[in-house]
Every structure is written in C-alpha cells, then in structure tokens.
C-alpha cells in the first residue's frame, strides 16, 4: 500500500513555500502607504469631501494642493484612486490594462437597464470580450458617411430657419444620423417618437452622473435601503426610465426583423445583425442583435452633440479663430460646395479646431472610471485590488506644460511639429478604449465643416456666453444665446440646395 505519510512533510513544505511567496509580497505592498488625499474620518473616511459639482475641478485642486498627480479617496472603506496626469495613465490604464479594465458596480446606470445591453458597463471577462468583438464586425465607420453628410445638411436648412433653437436642431442630427445606421429609419422631423425616446437615454446618463449615484457605486449595499430613504431618489427615478429605455430596445428592432423579413430592409446594424441568425443562433447572438443597434440608437448621439455643442461656444467666444476656418474652406471650395470628407487633408485648420474642442472642455471631463482587479504598487503607493480609478481627462488636457494657456481655445497648438496628433485621452484607455470614435470624429467634422462653411457665429450683444457646463457624466455648455447667420446670399442658396438633395 502507498504511504503517504513518506510525502506529506514535503508536501507541507511545499504549500507552505507557494503560500508565503503569495502572501509576502501582498503584505509587502499593504505596508505601503496610499497614495495622498484629502484627511479621512473615522468609519465614513471622505463621505463629506466628496464633490457634488465639476468633479474634476476639485480632484484638480487636490492634486495641486498634495503635490501629486495620484489622489487617494476612501468612502465607508471604498477605496477610489484619481489619475490627473498623462503618465498615470499611460501607466496604469494604459500600459497595465490586463488588471485595470474592469468596471466598478455602476449602480445607477444598472437601475436604468444600462447594464442590459451597453458590453461599456459589462464587468471585464468573457462576455465582455465577445460583445466588444461582435460590436466591431458589425460597425465600418466609413459606411456611414453617406448618413452623415444628409444629416449635416438638414442642420443647416434648420439652422436657417430658427437659428435660436440651435441646441435642439444638434440633437436633431446626431440622433438622425445614429437612428439612420442603427436601423435605417429617417428621422426628418425633430418630433420622431424615436428621437424622444432616445432623448430618455440622457436622463439616465444624468441620473448615473449625480453625487448620490457614486455614492451607491461605492457602498454598494446603500441600494437595499427603501427609496423614500433620503438621498435615495436615484432608485425611483430609475425604474421610471428604466421599463421606457427596455422598450426603446424592442420597438424599431421588431420593425426592422419584419422588413427583414419580407424582404424589404434597407442597409442598417440591425438588418445586417438580423440577417444573419439562423436556427443554430444562440440566445446570446440573438440578444446581441437587439443589444448592438440599441446601444447605438441610446448612446451614439449624446457624446457627439455635446462636442458640437461645444463648438457653438467656442465660435462665439473665438471669432479670429471661426474667420481661419472659413477662409481655409473658401480656398478649398472657392465657397461654391459645402466641404465633404475627401476633402478632409486640405483643411487642417478644421481638423485642429476639431481637436481643440475635444481638448478645450473633454465630452466626458472625468472619462468613464476604471476598477482595478489587483492589489498593486504605484510610485511606491499601494493601490487595493476592487479599487474604482478615475481618469481625470479635463486636467490631463489642461496640463500647461503639454498646453501652454490651457483655458485658451487654440487650434494652432495642434499644427506645430512636436505636437501630438489627438487629444487621444477622450476615447479612454487600454483595453476599453471607445469603440465609436471614428464615426463620432465623422459626425463632429462634418457638421462643424458645414456649419463654417456657411453660418457666422457671433455674440450677442451683452450676453455673451459664460462659458458654464454642466457636471454631468457627458459635460456639455449651459444653455446660452448667439446669433447665427448666414454669410452671403449665397450661402443661403447653397444651403437650400443642400436641402433638397436631403
Ligand atoms: C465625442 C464622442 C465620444 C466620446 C468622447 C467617447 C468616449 C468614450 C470613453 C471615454 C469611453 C470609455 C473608455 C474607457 O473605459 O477608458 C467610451 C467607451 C465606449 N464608447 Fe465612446 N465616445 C464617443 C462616442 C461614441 C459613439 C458615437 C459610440 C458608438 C458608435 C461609442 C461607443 C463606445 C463603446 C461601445 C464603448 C465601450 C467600450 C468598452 O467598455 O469596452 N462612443 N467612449
């Protein structure tokens, strides 16, 4: 009979040796301080530092006032880590993305039925990982610019018409031309029920952007508390949006696998998606085919108008800089054409004001937090595993050293030789960086193209624009008043012409 006892000293031995090796260094690294931050309470830590409004203004001061470009923020022993410089995430984001690609509990965006169908709050694994794969091979970008130029156009013809209500005809667009690649549905009137609907979507942005949804992101267990508990509003407010957005899913879906049907669909993700289930098809691929095109409907606009929204600003506040655009225009075009995307290398000027604007006030100020699923050393700081790490883009973008007056709106900056090519921040990092961003830049070049090709922005006289934005997960302007108007009779008549060609 085989003795055992002959190999359990080695065995021990053996298991005590793997143990320690694992253990030590994990001790090692939990005697290392964190990173600094604000002075923490006992039990509740920073629950009362924590900022309600412009986040990362504050995170920005923090930084400044410890002397550090990584901030450490500790609520109810939730442990939250803030990035406010390129080389934090270039380090951590970037270079460590094999343990920082996870996403913490969004619990708000949970509530609203986010976690559904959008693989951006999926947790990092395999789920994850096909869904991220299937979105690309179901997405060309430049497919779509056919989408994009007809929707620029029809901004223009509204422009026209109620310049005033230039917010509402940004939106307009952006949610025609997403509806138009989700589903093939034209969208020509702003009232589309689909474009409202899709509107519910901001709502639940919004509501997982307030200081009570972090809070629910980081002591969890919050959530298991009655609504009417005060602070809780976020639960009701959730299950409201939550059963319209579900529904937002199934609608143009279901017109769409009709047509499929019978033949008659026209070129869209969830017609191609459709097409190509058979029997053998998975619960999973089904439902993906429903998640993709509604992931696209719900989110593809929002990011986008708020960089055009931007834009507007920006023009009113920068004159000098509207006239450069639209004289480089003028001599690719001689002014008889609005400009089109084989155009896009003769107008660097455009695409530097492009980037200006990403960097000048990022869409997402505070990106979209990353969790990181390992104990970790930083600069000599220990970084517990399940700790939410947030990349502070709107100070990394205003550093003065990479950009010189930061405040300023300036395209030049990025013409000079030794400049980086973009402001690659906004996409986010590593292993999650955002999957639309080539269709968003198309969508934000060529209505900032079109718009500079034959409006003038200007100020209106003793209002001009403050230049607020809103705390919000995706940031945009305050609402403000300008004036917009045509350049020339005869940027009018192109842009009629425009219009019946839409
Ligand atoms: C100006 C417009 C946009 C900006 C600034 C933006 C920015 C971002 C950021 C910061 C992330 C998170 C990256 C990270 O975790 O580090 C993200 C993720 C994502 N974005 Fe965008 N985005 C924009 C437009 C779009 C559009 C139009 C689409 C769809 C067509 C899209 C699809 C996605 C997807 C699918 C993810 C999830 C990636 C993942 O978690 O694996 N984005 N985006």
Not at 108 to 116: I, M, P, R, S, W
Not at 267 to 289: F, R
Not at 298 to 308: I, Y
Not at 310 to 331: C, H, N, P, W
């Amino acid at each position: 009979m085989l003795d055992l006892t002959q190999y359990a000293s080695p065995l021990v031995a053996a298991i005590l040796i793997l143990s320690l090796s694992l253990l030590i260094p994990r001790l090692r690294k939990r005697h290392l301080p964190y990173p600094p931050g604000p002075s923490r309470l006992p039990i509740i830590g920073n629950l009362l530092d924590m900022p309600s409004d412009q986040a990362w203004l504050t995170y920005q001061k923090w930084s400044d006032d410890f002397g550090s470009d990584i901030i450490h923020v500790d609520v109810m022993g939730s442990h939250m880590i803030v990035l406010n410089s390129a080389k934090g995430t270039g380090e951590l984001l970037d270079k460590r993305s094999s343990i920082y690609s996870d996403r913490p509990r969004m619990t708000a965006l949970d509530l609203v039925g986010f976690t559904e169908f959008h693989h951006g709050v999926y947790p990092y694994g395999d789920r994850w990982r096909r869904m991220r794969h299937v979105f690309l091979s179901n997405f060309h970008p430049t497919t779509f610019r056919s989408s994009e130029t007809r929707a620029a156009g029809r901004l223009l013809r509204n422009l026209l018409f109620t310049p005033e209500n230039f917010a509402e005809h940004l939106k307009h667009m952006t949610g025609q031309v997403v509806l138009s690649i989700a589903y093939g549905i034209d969208a020509r009137s702003e009232h589309d029920p689909y474009l409202i609907a899709a509107e519910k979507m901001a709502d639940a942005v919004d509501l997982g952007s307030t200081l009570e949804a972090r809070l629910l992101d980081m002591i969890p267990w919050l959530i298991y508390l009655p609504s009417w508990f005060p602070g809780l509003s976020t639960k009701r407010k959730a299950r409201k949006i939550r059963s319209s957005i579900l529904n937002t899913l199934e609608t143009p879906y279901a017109v769409v696998k009709a047509a499929v049907a019978s033949g008659t669909a026209g070129t869209s993700v969830a017609a191609k998606m459709i097409s190509q289930l058979d029997v053998n098809s998975t619960q999973e691929e089904i439902w993906n085919s429903k998640a993709i095109p509604g992931l696209l409907h719900l989110v593809g606009a929002d990011t986008t108008v708020s960089a055009l929204h931007t834009f507007i600003l920006a023009m009113t506040l920068y004159s000098e800089v509207q006239r450069k655009g639209q004289a480089e225009i003028d001599s690719v075009t001689g002014g008889s054409r609005i400009p089109d995307f084989s155009d896009q290398e003769a107008l660097p000027y455009v695409s530097a004001i492009l980037k200006e604007l990403l960097r000048w006030h990022p869409v997402g100020p505070l990106g979209v937090p990353h969790r990181v699923m390992q104990d970790d050393v930083y600069e000599g700081y220990f970084i517990p595993a399940g700790s939410i790490i947030i990349p502070n883009v709107w100070a990394i973008l205003r550093d003065p050293v990479a950009f010189p007056e930061p405040d300023r709106f300036y395209p030049e900056r990025w013409l000079s030789p030794d400049a980086p090519t973009f402001p690659d921040h906004v996409w986010g990092y590593g292993r999650r960086v955002c999957q639309g961003r080539s269709m968003a830049q198309d969508v934000i070049w060529v209505g900032i193209t079109s718009i500079l090709a034959t409006f003038n922005i200007t100020a209106v006289e003793g209002k001009p624009p403050k230049g607020a934005y809103t705390s919000d997960m995706i940031s945009s302007p305050e609402p403000f008043v300008t004036h917009i108007t045509p350049r020339s009779d005869a940027a009018a008549d192109l842009i009629h012409l425009t219009a019946k060609t839409t």
